[in-house]
């Protein structure tokens, strides 16, 4: 096992091991965002993470990117641990993982321009002082993500919040990442929009060998991003598979559900969908977890033991998991497990 | 270096022009700024353009105390023979230079505070910044002005001094809750995460976001600040005779009402017109530095 | 405490009271609302007061002498140093209890033992006051003085038994707090009003005390009414308004002719002994330079002041009133001439640094004429290169930098009247050594010599003898100019005379502060309104 | 007033004056929507379908101006109603879920006295109203599936999810019967899994109370399950109308077509280009078709000249010159 | 309810650790000028011996730490000392004049806040038409205009030009006697079912509440207008009308609710600015109230009186703060009190 890991640490960009983080509200509230969760994402890859809104997928990338501090857990990024405090980091782990946030609207400083908001991170990760070649790396920046030169002079708030993405991403690559996570970038956007940028992202992953962190809570567009998907409920990973693996064979109950509910265009699709469940419930108030299986208040499978005791992680085939009382499978120990 | 020295340049002026027109669609702002820039050039070339400069010194001519206002004196003179024409606009003059002493030195020092404060929100630093800016606010500022000019001696850097004092926890919180939202706005998280020094959040984050609210306030502030150093002159804790102020002329011309009226209404006048401008010119500038929408 | 403000006997006043319409009521502006105790108060607010609702042993006269008041006669031992007072019998108090010499004595004791307010006047000079019968006083004296009988006129002499029936926690021992507190909104006196409603800051009420001894005539004002109204602005609403009828003196002389102009209205004009001068600090550079100080004096042009700031007001060449015993015309002999001025000024040890200090020159904060004074001296000083700054200064500031020779400003413009009428006074409370300073000592000129001058002087009992020697030292000190005397003021009262009639109005009064404001000398017409 | 329910825009116009001249956003739209059936209305952001929806129940900003254009309901023109008959139609016959939740619930009152006062002009005036009101709220709260509704009507609109807020807009516009509903945007702040709920309702209202709707939305899935017809919308106009099947299987405008192409599949087919270029300019909008500039077949004519819209087959009809090639 | 009490407590601690703050500022302030401060008190003439004692009493021969803790002592118990101007205890000053303030204030903030709010509708409704155009010039006038400024002008008008107004200073016009209850003229004349003398304090009061108003009043005008035109575009309102409900409905609850909380947000810091303005009416009206008082205090150097004074108008400012606070979070349910601070 040791062994095993040691070899594939060349390859992993970021493990997450066990993470938890709690909230703790006034009076005595305790918010569960993240109740230990055990991720791998490799080199070059993307590893999905879906769930539905308030389940917990935001608090991940934070506390990964060091907004948060975990409340338990280890993330080892590049083969170092991070620290848990981000001013503790150093200055090339900041720059090799960067962040695109969903709300195009606020990730850019409005009262600069895009070159001004580029020149920041080229400063302090490109090393560069001279101001002309500042400005021509802005410019290459922009050229890499699609957009024309001329937007470096223009505001944020004067161009479409697709293009402003864009900038943002563009504002990421400056310091020549590894990892970049992507919050759930393209939902604020039209459909025609968002696969521009999409298809950024995919063609700027192959040319430079981009790990991403993807947070979604759209399926349809996870089939055709990720290299992997996991998805999140209350905190908990349900299930985590390969893409084509995850699509063609959902295990997990809410899986389905949510594969079920997608409300999809063509004749094709609608035949790989699991066969209709009837959705029901909302997700619970992570302040007030239900005992037991998380999901067991919606779950049309549910069982006794789901209402008291937690499921296991079980791998169902290799690389699939699911952590569910109603699928057999081979258990996984969570402390060191390797999803 | 030369090109894109320029081409931001243009940039830049295209945005100014945008604002400029937007800024000029709403003509009080127009007529703020027409006020205000009067005023100001009268209060510059006061010794240039006023008819009798002396006037506004040590003079005194009592053989012509408390004319009417005439061709010669316009608004009329005072009750030792001064133009008050001339005084009032060297009043204008002293309340500006108050105004803009007050301000300088009260707008850093608050925005700073209250940008550190807001920015390390939750920790013993905005805890000391804020409660002892609460101290400062606690009790309304002309009052604690009052308080202060009156225990010192009465002159003008002394009355300057207490509006300071009393001024500058209005920028601090001012600037709080502007950095304590901004800093919750991802750029400025991500700068956080890039290794954005302290510094740099401060000045190229946070700063240049308060700046609007900042120049807005500040704008209608002079106004205040005016408003504030002629009551306090008009107790007599302000400039002392014979330099005139917009307070102590009103105070010594209030004796006398009614029958030699042009010995208040002028300077009250001034005042109105002095606070009016700058209020105009205040909304205005909120629509100057407003961000630019799509 | 005072806090409810409705007297126990006002329940039947307020019946008739009620409309302004017919009222026999004189409402007087002053500048604020004094305690009626004579041994706290010393404003002048409070001089006008007193001598209303209290009484005193002997009156002042215009010609400066005294006769009898309270007392029906007095004798005076040889040496000068002890005085005998016999009382009228049957002088009530306003709570109807006699007056004996238990008072009299209790109200010396008390005014010397508080030491504020008048007791200044008593305080160093009389050792003890014997009770002889209950109608006989006698004084000790620590020295012979030939004064004494005229300061007697700030004697007032308060109720013994009612006091000390009021004592409350104090700082004086078993006398407690002395009946201050009682004092601060009642009186305890036997004078012709007694207080009848007294409102905190904002106006005190008195009305007649029918058993006054020495009676009233038909029209006298049944009630009068100070009230405390500073603003020009609203004394001549009042005015017009007839909601009003004295205004107080400090208007300026424009208001006062514009009041003139209304219907009814005209102006009382009084010398009570008011001489307008600028006390210089001789003990603060650069100040402290004689030829400085008479250069300044040079600058000032009198004609200018007399007749077009304060007509109807005299030059006054010397540091007492004209009025006042004692007064030498040949004191001071300045007028105004730059050229003269600048004589003074090349003499000077200052003459060339006199560009780099900036002498401060205060007036009296609400008397909107001195700054024109101010004013005047400061353009004709920059002429010489002096630079003079102007302040606007309330008069308890004044009080508080005159406390030492550092804080006292260069000049001031002050008023000095005397608290008897002779100029002997004016001497000791002007010039004598004092180690703490007060706005009558703001010239810091006194010396031991002086002191020893002046104290000679005050303890002649021959009153021509006295005067010489009163003329002589004078002329000896007001050589290096250690005031500026300006003028001795006409002091203007606007009145209601369409229903007022003040019957001293324009004559001749006695030269102490508060004795032109003599209720009894007003007759009232209310039907005439 | 006869009830057939008929609701159509004619050649609608809508600009909104804005400091430097005139937007003109909406620009000669068109929409025939029968009785009881369901209408999908897509196309971009910003392409004015809010703007559409608005201008019906006359809620539209001060800054609008209605160039031309008719908005018939049963052969009336919406649009010259004064202001006692369009209260009417409000009340009777139209209602609104608007697009945003969170701003379009009043913050600073609670559910029950936005509910209730929001039915009490449709309700009969009687004397316990109130009751009625409150019964009929509980229920319809009831219908959009939302648990313990007593409770939220007790709550401040704040204290609610955006979900649970976007139900109460729902449900406001369901509580009392009508002949149109317009459904903004009903579910873009929703989860799949509550979308789907919501959807499911409006569908069964639509069926069993013949209720009309005009659905706005993004999504051509969602259009797939819902709608009967469907509008594709572009910068103001209509592009291409028709069958919902049809136009999904066969669309024939290029716009549809390209938008079509973007939607990732679950098939896992790849992700599309995206259609180059913004939406115009609405201060100087192209001369003729507005999708010009995006347009890979644009020819001269497009530009000079507004395409109308055409059949191109049955029950299909596209606004494009090049229509059949 | 229990939340209120918490956030009492809570508000109230604050509470008291600033006005600690603001009593050590003001009385260190007060204590290193020049000046002795019972040789002010007492005045010029008074003897050595008298001041000697008055020195002992206030322990100024103490240390200023220690001089501090013992003003703080007594000030804690309502003794702040006796005060130079009026020679009577500061608080017995405080206790007269403050009625007198607040009735002054109180009287000018009716008018501000109920003809500020009518102003504002009126603006607001006519959005663009004439009396818009003519509230919206008097109100830039208005605002620009210093109270004290205004004072003179109402005066001249009211005083001189159309006297109308019985007269000016006082609380009421000599003669008419009030039995003071609480120290309210006005409650007490209603007390003592005198109506003319309510009439007359209404007489005497209107000038300078109107020279304190006039300008708030116009500020608020402007506020509520812009933010009702504002949110007369809101989503929440459109849906209101979407769904038919009247439009008068409409405008009198959910539109003018929402929009009214601005204005009373910001009703303490008006308070404050009254206060501040009612130094100088208050003087140039000469009514009797605490500020005319502070004034004179402070022109006079009557430091316990001035010392007292700020501390007392801290507290009126602390409390008027927690009243609009809690105001607003009644009207304004989105604001949770139990939240405090954050
Ligand atoms: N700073 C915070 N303080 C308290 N609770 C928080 C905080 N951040 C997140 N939470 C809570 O943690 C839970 C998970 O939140 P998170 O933002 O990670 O969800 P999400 O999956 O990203 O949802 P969404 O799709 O809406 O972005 C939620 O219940 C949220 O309320
Ligand atoms: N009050 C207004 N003043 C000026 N322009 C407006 C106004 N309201 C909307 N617009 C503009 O009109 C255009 C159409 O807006 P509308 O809200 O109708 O679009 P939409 O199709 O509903 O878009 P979305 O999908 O984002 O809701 C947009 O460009 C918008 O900026
Ligand atoms: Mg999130
Ligand atoms: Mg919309």
Redesign the interface.
């Known amino acids: 096992m040791e062994k095993h890991v040691e070899n594939q640490d060349q390859d992993i960009v970021l493990d997450i091991k066990n993470l938890k983080k709690y909230f703790y509200m006034p009076k005595g509230v305790v918010v569960h965002a993240v109740e230990g969760v055990n991720l791998q994402l490799k080199r070059g890859e993307t590893l999905g993470l879906v769930g539905e809104s308030g389940s917990g997928k935001s608090t991940i990338a934070y506390d990964v990117i060091g907004m948060y501090k975990p409340t338990s857990g280890e993330i080892i990024f590049n083969g170092e641990p991070l620290h848990p405090d981000i001013h503790k980091r150093p200055l090339k782990q900041k720059g090799d993982m960067q962040i695109v946030f969903q709300d195009p609207g606020s990730s850019m400083n409005p009262r600069a321009t895009i070159e001004t908001n580029l020149a920041f991170p080229i400063k302090r990760h490109g090393g560069l002082k001279d101001r002309q070649a500042i400005h021509e790396r802005a410019l290459e920046l922009l050229r890499f993500v699609g957009l024309p030169e001329e937007y470096a002079q223009k505001y944020p708030r004067s161009i479409g919040g697709g293009e402003r993405q864009l900038a943002c991403i563009a504002r990421a690559l400056a310091s020549n990442p590894k990892l970049i996570i992507l919050d759930e970038p393209t939902s604020a956007l039209d459909v025609s929009i968002q696969a521009k940028v999409i298809r950024q992202l995919i063609d700027l992953q192959k040319e430079l060998n981009l790990s991403y962190l993807f947070i979604t809570h759209d399926l349809s567009l996870m089939r055709n991003l990720a290299t992997k998907v996991a998805i999140l409920y209350l905190g908990r990973l349900c299930e985590i598979a390969e893409t084509a693996e995850f699509y063609s064979t959902p295990m997990h109950p809410y899986t389905q559900m949510l594969l079920s509910s997608i409300p999809v265009v063509t004749e094709e699709e609608e035949n790989l969908r699991p066969v209709k469940l009837e959705s029901r419930g909302e997700i619970p108030n992570p302040a007030n977890m239900p005992t037991g299986c998380g999901f067991h208040t919606r779950c049309s499978r549910c069982m006794e033991i789901c209402k008291t005791q937690h499921p296991q992680m079980k791998e169902v085939s290799p690389g699939h998991f699911v952590c569910c009382h109603a699928i057999e499978g081979k258990p996984v120990d969570t402390e060191a497990a390797v999803l | 270096m030369e090109k894109i020295q320029k081409r931001p340049q243009s940039v830049r002026s295209l945005t100014w022009k945008k604002r400029w027109y937007r800024f000029s669609r709403n003509y009080m702002s127009v007529i703020g700024l027409v006020i205000v820039a009067l005023v100001v050039i009268m209060a510059i070339f006061a010794k240039w353009i006023t008819p009798y400069p002396e006037h506004a010194g040590a003079f005194t001519d009592f053989a012509n105390a408390n004319t009417a206002p005439s061709a010669a004196h316009i608004f009329g003179t005072d009750n030792s023979g001064r133009d008050i024409f001339t005084r009032v606009v060297f009043a204008f003059r002293n309340a500006l230079k108050m105004a803009v002493i007050v301000l300088t030195i009260s707008v850093p020092v608050g925005s700073v505070l209250g940008i550190i404060a807001g920015i390390r929100q939750g920790t013993w630093i905005d805890t000391v910044i804020m409660r002892f800016t609460d101290i400062f606010l606690s009790v309304p500022s002309m009052i604690l002005a009052l308080a202060i000019a009156s225990i010192l001696k009465p002159n003008m850097t002394n009355a300057m001094l207490a509006i300071t004092v009393s001024w500058w926890p209005w920028y601090c919180r001012l600037t709080y809750s502007t950095a304590r939202s901004i800093s919750r706005e991802n750029y400025v998280r991500y700068a956080e995460l890039t290794g954005g020094s302290f510094a740099h959040i401060i000045f190229k984050e946070i700063l240049p976001n308060c700046v609007s609210p900042i120049l807005t306030k500040m704008t209608l502030d002079v106004g205040w600040v005016i408003m504030t150093g002629a009551s306090l002159s008009y107790v007599g804790l302000g400039e002392q005779a014979p330099i005139p102020a917009l307070g102590n002329m009103i105070s010594s011309g209030i004796k006398y009402l009614p029958d030699q009226w042009w010995n208040t209404i002028f300077p009250a006048l001034g005042i109105i017109v002095i606070i009016l401008g700058f209020n105009l010119l205040g909304d205005g500038v909120s629509d100057l530095l407003a961000v630019e929408e799509e | 405490g005072g806090g409810a403000n409705v007297p126990n006997s006002s329940s039947s006043s307020t019946g008739n009271g009620s409309t302004g319409g017919g009222e026999s009521l004189v409402r007087m502006a002053i500048s604020d609302v004094p305690v009626v105790d004579p041994a706290v108060a010393i404003t002048e607010s409070a001089l006008i007061l007193y001598p209303n609702v209290y009484d005193s042993l002997v009156w002042p006269q215009a010609d400066g002498s005294v006769v009898n008041g309270m007392a029906e006669s007095y004798t005076a031992s040889e040496d000068g140093k002890s005085f005998d007072f016999v009382l009228r019998k049957g002088i009530l108090f306003h709570d109807g209890t006699e007056v004996l010499a238990e008072d009299v004595k209790y109200s010396m004791d008390r005014a010397i033992e508080i030491g504020q307010g008048l007791g200044f006047l008593f305080a160093n000079k009389v050792a003890s006051t014997q009770v002889v019968d209950d109608y006989t006083v006698r004084f000790n004296l620590n020295a012979p003085s030939g004064v004494f009988i005229t300061s007697l006129v700030r004697l007032y002499i308060v109720n013994k038994d009612l006091l000390e029936a009021n004592y409350q926690d104090g700082p004086y021992g078993d006398k407690g707090d002395y009946g201050m507190t009682y004092l601060q909104n009642t009186d305890a006196g036997c004078g012709a009003y007694e207080v009848e409603l007294y409102e905190q800051n904002q106006a005190i009420t008195v009305k007649k005390f029918a058993d006054y001894w020495d009676g009233f005539e038909a029209n006298n004002p049944e009630r009068a009414k100070f009230m405390n109204v500073d603003e020009t602005v609203t004394q001549v609403t009042m005015m017009s308004n007839r909601e009003l009828e004295i205004s107080n003196p400090y208007l300026a002389l424009e208001t006062y002719e514009q009041l003139d102009a209304i219907e009814g209205i005209e102006i009382a004009g009084f010398y009570k002994g008011d001489l307008m001068a600028l006390s210089t600090n001789t003990k603060r550079a650069p100040m402290d330079c004689e030829h400085l100080r008479k250069a300044l004096a040079y600058c000032i042009d009198y004609d200018t002041l007399i007749n077009t700031l304060y007509p109807g007001s005299y030059r006054a060449n010397s540091c007492v009133p004209t009025t006042v015993m004692g007064y030498d015309d040949k004191a001071v002999n300045v007028s105004f001439d730059m050229e003269k001025a600048a004589a003074e000024l090349a003499q000077s040890k200052y003459a060339d640094t006199i560009g780099d200090y900036e002498i401060e020159i205060a007036w009296v904060a609400n008397c909107p004429d001195r700054e024109k004074i101010a004013l005047m001296l400061q353009a004709n000083a920059a002429q010489l290169g002096i630079n003079l700054s102007i302040y606007e200064v309330p008069w308890a500031s004044i009080v508080d930098t005159s406390a030492s020779p550092e804080t006292t400003y260069h000049m001031v413009t002050v008023i000095t009247a005397p608290d008897y009428t002779e100029a002997g006074c004016l001497f000791e409370t002007c010039f004598s050594d004092v180690e703490h300073g007060n706005p009558n000592t703001m010239s810091w000129a006194g010396s031991p010599e002086l002191d020893a001058k002046i104290a000679d002087a005050v303890a002649t009992l021959d009153s021509d003898e006295r005067e010489q020697k009163y003329i002589d030292l004078q002329e000896e000190f007001m050589d290096s100019m250690p005031m500026i005397p300006l003028f001795e003021q006409r002091f203007q009262y606007a009145y209601q005379a369409g229903y007022l009639e003040w019957t001293i109005a324009n004559q001749p009064v006695p030269a102490i502060m508060g004795a032109n404001v003599i209720l009894r000398d007003m007759l009232i017409y209310p039907e005439k309104k | 007033m006869e009830k057939n329910g008929s609701f159509e825009i004619k050649d609608l116009k809508i600009s909104y004056k804005v ?2 001249g005139e937007l003109q956003v909406v620009d000669g739209m068109n929409l025939r929507l029968n009785s009881g059936e369901r209408m999908g209305l897509v196309g ?2 910003g392409c004015g379908k809010t703007t559409t929806l ?1 201008s019906v ?3 539209l ?2 800054n609008a101006v209605i160039s031309s254009g008719e908005v018939l309901f049963n052969g009336e023109d919406v649009l010259k109603f004064d202001n006692k008959k369009m ?6 016959n ?3 879920i ?1 697009q ?1 939740p969170s ?8 559910v029950k006295d ?1 509910m209730m ?6 309700l009969a005036k009687s004397k316990d109203w109130k009751k009625v009101a409150y019964e009929k709220a509980v229920s319809s709260l009831r219908d959009v599936m939302l ?1 313990d509704p007593e409770r939220i009507m007790e709550n ?1 609109p ?1 204290q609610l999810s ?2 649970m807020r976007q139900r109460v ?1 729902i449900a ?1 516009a369901i509580a009392t019967d009508r002949h149109l509903l317009l459904a903004d945007e009903p579910t873009t702040s929703l ?7 919501i ?1 499911k309702l409006i569908y069964k209202l639509s069926i069993e109370k013949k209720l009309s709707v005009i659905l706005v939305t ?5 259009i ?2 819902m709608t009967d017809r469907v509008s594709v919308m572009y910068a103001g106009t209509v592009m291409e109308v028709g069958d919902t099947k049809d136009v ?2 066969s669309p024939q405008h290029p716009y549809t077509k ?18 180059p270029g ?1 939406v115009p300019d609405y201060l100087n909008p192209p001369k003729g078709c507005r999708y010009v500039d995006r347009c890979p077949y644009a020819t001269a004519i497009c530009r000079e000249e507004k395409p109308k819209l055409t059949d191109c087959g049955k029950n299909h009809q596209i606004a494009c010159h090049n229509c059949g090639r | 309810m229990r939340e209120y009490l918490a956030y009492f407590v809570k508000r109230i601690g604050l509470s008291i650790f600033v006005l600690l703050g603001l009593s050590i500022v003001i009385f260190t302030i007060s204590r290193i000028v020049p000046g002795d401060p019972a040789r002010i008190s007492l005045g010029a003439n008074a003897t050595e011996e008298a001041v000697e004692l008055l020195r002992e009493e206030m322990h100024l021969n103490d240390p200023l730490p220690l001089q501090y803790v013992y003003w703080l002592g007594s000030a804690l118990q309502g003794d702040f000392g006796d005060s130079l101007v009026t020679k009577r205890p500061v608080a017995t000053d405080i206790k007269e004049f403050l009625p007198a303030s607040l009735e002054l204030i109180f009287l000018a903030a009716l008018i501000h806040i109920i003809f500020g709010m009518i102003l504002g509708i009126v603006s607001a409704k006519n959005n663009g038409r004439w009396p818009d155009t003519v509230i919206r010039i008097f109100s830039y006038i208005g605002i620009a205009a210093p109270p004290f400024v205004m004072a003179v002008l109402l005066l001249l008008v009211f005083g001189y030009w159309i006297p109308i107004l019985p007269s000016i200073g006082g609380r009421l016009t000599p003669g008419i006697i009030v039995p003071t209850v609480t120290g309210f003229v006005s409650i007490d004349s209603i007390l003592a079912g005198n109506f003319a003398a309510l009439r007359d304090n209404f007489a005497h009061l209107i000038l300078p509440a109107l020279a304190l108003a006039l300008g708030n009043m116009f500020q608020e005008a402007r506020i509520t207008r812009s933010t009702m035109v504002d949110n007369s575009e809101k989503d929440y309102i459109l849906m209101m009308r979407a769904q038919g409900v009247g439009s008068r409905l409409i405008n009198s609850k959910y539109l003018f609710k929402p929009s009214v909380i601005p204005t009373i947000s910001i009703m303490a810091l008006d308070f404050s600015s009254m206060f501040c303005n009612a130094f100088l009416v208050e003087t140039i009206f000469t009514y009797p109230g605490l500020s005319r008082y502070a004034i004179n205090a402070m022109l006079r150097n009557d430091l316990n009186a001035v010392c007292a004074v700020v501390l007392i108008l801290g507290v009126v400012f602390i409390i008027a703060n927690i009243v609009v606070d809690i105001i607003v979070s009644i009207l304004d349910p989105r604001i949770s009190i139990g939240a405090g601070g954050n």
């Open positions: 400091f430097n971009e952001a608005k129940l006359g809620i900003p001060s209260q009417e139609f409000r009340k009777k139209c209602a609104m608007f945003d701003s379009a619930l009043n913050p600073i009152f609670k936005l006062n929001g039915m009490r002009n449709s648990p401040y704040f955006g979900g807009c406001m989860d799949v899994t509550i979308q789907e709920q959807l993004h999504s051509m899935g969602v797939r399950e999904l299987e390209a938008l079509i192409a973007c939607i990732p599949k679950l098939t896992g087919s790849g992700v599309a280009e995206g259609i913004r």
